[in-house]
């Protein structure tokens, strides 16, 4: 909890900006309960400095030996095919400027039954080394086996820094990571950046309303998720080819509980990937009905583009939850984004604000998606959107 020093003059000042309701006034003098959470956000307030953090205890560990930026790959299955998913192309680019400023190496690191096939697009995008683990017992994602190589491996090679895609995949292995070998772990993160020779973890807090950056100076590895489709993808090195060192890492008794005894696939349209679509249709409160969405399936359909929905959107049962786009759903980066009926909460805008081009439909002109769009139509999309489609229809004919 936060400590309060003697020379509290009970101002409560601090009370009212504390966001947990932490804090309050007893005789005169401020008081702290185990709702404290150490945020800070009261000790820039008390004009006689008597609110203090407390003192962390130094870091046993030496962290001079730990040197690298590495970035765990996640492989996709596509069309019977392997391939990197996206997301980690875009760490790898990301990856790439961390460790050019530190002055240390790129490594990604690759699990699979059969990886070669792979290297080469990693070495494009950035990579010095390739750490790759293969055989039978990983061709199928597993937690525990998936686990135990990444740990192996970084005990053996202590990389500085270690990203991962904030997938399904990297939401459940970081985590699992992070709590084997001690260290902390920053979740969704939506920007990164070096300071000194840490790592600047950016992310959303308080349901979206501010951007925490978070430092781990005392802890080696630095590890961190990131959201898809935030960071671009460059090809940095094409041609070149990375060194690629192949580690052999024993699968633990307790990953040999787990099987895979059969894979059903449930069928995904390609307009359904809504974090690799090049066009999205969202739609939002301003739908009124679930069967007002058709209007927008159809519109995608013409564009070839995926239907997406805002949270009011999905929590009103109108689409299914893989549909929603924002701080809580997908993040997503296309080249078309159309808003329709949305007002632009902030947890949605952090979700879509990187599409190359917005445009809004919605009757009210103040709506807060006007100030993050490109073209705003004000005007009620009940009557726009039929045109718009009847137009699309018109220009293929």
């Known amino acids: 909890m936060i400590k309060i020093l003697p020379n509290c003059i009970g101002c409560g000042k601090c009370v009212p900006v504390c966001p947990f309701g932490a804090l309050s006034l007893e005789n005169r003098k401020a008081v702290v309960n185990s709702a404290c959470t150490l945020c800070g956000a009261c000790v820039s307030v008390c004009p006689v400095k008597a609110l203090q953090m407390p003192q962390t205890a130094a870091a046993s560990a030496d962290i001079s030996s730990y040197k690298g930026v590495w970035v765990f790959v996640e492989v996709i299955e596509e069309k019977g095919a392997l391939k990197n998913r996206p997301v980690s192309l875009e760490l790898l680019t990301k990856g790439r400027e961390l ?34 683990v293969e055989g039978p017992a990983y061709t199928d994602y597993n937690t525990a086996a998936y686990a135990n190589a990444m740990i192996a491996l970084i005990n053996k090679y202590k990389p500085s820094i270690v990203l991962y895609p904030s997938t399904y995949t990297g939401r459940d292995l970081a985590p699992r990571i992070a709590a084997q070998i001690h260290v902390g772990l920053t979740a969704d993160c939506t920007g990164l950046s070096i300071k000194g020779q840490n790592l600047v973890q950016t992310r959303p807090a308080f349901g979206g ?8 100076p005392g802890h080696r590895p630095q590890m961190a998720t990131v959201r898809p489709n935030v960071m671009g993808r460059k090809v940095v090195s094409a041609g070149k080819m990375a060194q690629v060192i192949m580690e052999v890492v024993p699968v633990t008794a307790e990953a040999g509980k787990v099987r895979i005894i059969s894979k059903e696939m ?22 009124k009905t679930a069967e007002n969405f058709n209007l927008l399936n159809a519109i995608a359909t013409e564009l070839g583009g995926a239907v997406g929905a805002s949270r009011a959107a999905i929590d009103a049962g109108w689409k299914p939850k ?64 039929p045109k718009v489609l009847e137009a699309i229809k018109d220009s293929k004919k």
Not at 272 to 281: F, G, H, R, T, W
Request: aromatic share 4%; charged share 20%; with cysteine.
């Open 99 to 132: 460790a050019t400023e530190l002055k240390e190496e790129l490594c990604a690191v690759i699990i699979g039954g059969n990886n070669s096939a792979l290297y080469a697009e990693l070495s494009a995008y950035g990579a010095d080394k390739i750490y790759s």
């Open 209 to 216: 309303n501010i951007m925490a950056d978070i430092l781990c």
């Open 266 to 287: 449930e069928a995904t349209a390609e307009v359904e990937k809504l974090d690799e679509a090049q066009i999205i249709i969202s739609g939002g409160r301003g739908l």
């Open 322 to 385: 893989n549909h929603q786009v924002g701080q809580s759903g997908v993040t997503v980066k296309p080249k078309l984004y159309m808003a329709c009926g949305i007002s632009g909460a902030v947890q949605h805008i952090v979700g879509m604000e990187n599409s190359e081009v917005i445009i809004a439909i919605n009757k009210d002109g103040s709506a807060p998606i006007f100030n993050v769009c490109k073209y705003g139509i004000v005007g009620d999309l009940h009557q726009i959107l």
